[in-house]
């Protein structure tokens, strides 16, 4: 029987605890143990979540707006978002990214929850987002079951700039190499289709701003779209994106693989999520000012 959020969430808490002690204590090899514990701990939540969102548990308005028939599909198409109650800005954030699968900038995450989700995200409300998560995962460590934190970069591992990424994710999926970002639009397009994909599959059509948006992508990606067609094929966008990132997936692997045990050497838990601190702010906390 799959464990609850609640019971997940608890474990999470427990692991976090004892990884603390064993850093403390310098032990290594169980410092690798809890954390491989506590990612597949996290990855099991993450699932939890995801199921308990999926259609046949979400809220859904008890009278949707009159739908309109899809060019392609002849399936019905939601053009309306219901309104409901404010829902805080980091779970929205949290939603989006879970969906896209890759670091994201905050105009793609605003646009990916606007498109799917029911209430609007303003990108301007994310600029202090990053540091005050940093603040809270500094004053509590691992007290929340996830963090919106910073992507890396792959030389010098410092936040890579207007990136944010999830602390759930393992630290070569936050970083970003010279291939990366074409891997993560690529990601991100897969994420999208396949979240097409499930709403068509659960009878519940994808809004006109979803389909405008796996548009952008499929128009970027060889083989993706057929310009006779009104609307991109969910499952034509997923094969050929997958299709391109196959042959870069080496390549960017190892320098991810690379950076990110570099990252799990030299960095504090809190750098691992947040980065280190660029020169520019290391020459500040030296000095007090700069020259």
């Known amino acids: 029987m799959a464990a609850s959020l609640e019971e997940l969430e608890q474990r999470l808490s427990h692991l976090r605890t004892e990884l603390r002690g064993a850093v403390r204590a310098r032990d290594k090899a169980e410092t690798a143990r809890i954390r491989r514990a506590l990612r597949e701990a996290e990855a099991a939540w993450e699932h939890a979540?995801?199921?308990?969102?999926?259609?046949?548990?979400?809220?859904?308005?008890?009278e949707p707006p009159a739908p309109q028939a899809s060019a392609t599909t002849g399936a019905p198409r939601r053009t309306e978002r219901p309104a409901h109650g404010s829902i805080p800005i980091r779970e929205q954030v949290h939603q989006a990214l879970t969906l896209l699968g890759a670091p994201a900038s905050p105009k793609l995450i605003s646009s990916?929850?606007?498109?799917?989700?029911?209430?609007?995200?303003v990108a301007t409300k994310l600029a202090s987002l990053r540091r005050d998560e940093e603040r809270s995962f500094t004053a509590q460590g691992y007290a929340r079951p996830y963090y919106i934190c910073?992507?890396?970069?792959?030389d010098r591992l410092v936040p890579a700039r207007g990136?944010?990424?999830?602390?759930?994710?393992p630290v070569e999926r936050r970083i970003i190499g010279p291939l990366s970002p074409r891997t993560d639009f690529l990601t991100h397009a897969v994420g999208t289709a396949e979240q097409i994909q499930r709403l068509t599959t659960a009878g519940h059509p994808a809004p006109d701003a979803a389909w405008r948006l796996l548009r952008r992508f499929a128009l970027t990606i060889p083989g993706a779209y057929d310009a006779a067609a009104p609307e991109p094929d969910p499952a034509r966008v997923i094969a050929a994106?997958?299709?391109?990132?196959?042959?870069?997936q080496?390549?960017?692997?190892?320098?991810?693989?690379?950076?990110?045990?570099?990252?799990?050497?030299?960095?504090?838990?809190?750098?691992?999520?947040?980065?280190?601190?660029?020169?520019?702010?290391?020459?500040?906390?030296?000095?007090?000012?700069?020259s």
């Not at 990916?112 to 995200?121: G, I, K, P, Q, R």
């Not at 990136?163 to 994710?169: E, G, N, Q």
């Not at 691992?272 to 020459?283: H, I, N, S, V």
Request: aromatic share 6%; charged share 20%.
């Open 250 to 290: 080496q390549e960017d692997d190892q320098h991810r693989q690379a950076a990110a045990q570099r990252a799990r050497t030299q960095l504090s838990d809190v750098q691992q999520l947040f980065g280190a601190a660029p020169m520019r702010d290391a020459l500040r906390d030296a000095s007090g000012t700069l």
């Open 150 to 154: 910073a992507a890396l970069t792959h």
């Open 241 to 248: 994106a997958q299709a391109e990132a196959a042959v870069h």
């Open 49 to 62: 979540l995801e199921t308990e969102a999926e259609p046949d548990g979400e809220a859904l308005p008890a």
């Open 163 to 169: 990136l944010l990424a999830l602390s759930t994710w």
């Open 112 to 121: 990916t929850y606007e498109a799917f989700f029911t209430e609007s995200l």
